[in-house]
Nanobody, 122 residues
Framework: QVQPVESGGGLVQAGGSLRLSCTTS????????MGWFRQAPGKEREFVAA???????YYADSVKARFTISRDNAKNTVYLQMNSLKPEDTAVYYC????????????????WGQGTQVTVSS
């Protein structure tokens, strides 16, 4: 499986915005559901957002109305636009390709990137 590559993380003040990108390759990218997860120090990896089959969107309650997942199939890229960032959004953010099962479960994803650090200062 091809490993996605995330970028766009950084340090931002509370209330600011960042856009994460996840680029992968493969002929089946446009047909594959993709998800974003995050993991803060000492915590388990948690679901953030997914762009599922037929373009349906899924969000964690904690990021609804603040984060937006989208994709550009021509660029084999998935984006996560993050607005109104909060210190509790600080984590390493991972992109992953969905294999089967619940979009909310990290075990449903078969290929993971290395992650990009997002730090939100108060």
């Amino acid at each position: 499986q091809v490993q996605p590559v995330e970028s766009g993380g950084g340090l931002v003040q509370a209330g600011g915005s960042l856009r994460l990108s996840c680029t992968t390759s493969g002929r089946t990218f446009s047909n594959r559901a993709m998800g974003w997860f995050r993991q803060a120090p000492g915590k388990e990896r948690e679901f953030v957002a997914a762009l599922g089959w037929r373009g349906l969107l899924y969000y964690a309650d904690s990021v609804k109305a603040r984060f937006t997942i989208s994709r550009d199939n021509a660029k084999n890229t998935v984006y996560l636009q993050m607005n109104s960032l909060k210190p509790e959004d600080t984590a390493v953010y991972y992109c992953a390709g969905h294999s089967s099962g619940s979009y909310y479960d990290p075990d449903s994803y078969g290929s993971w990137g290395q992650g990009t650090q997002v730090t939100v200062s108060s």
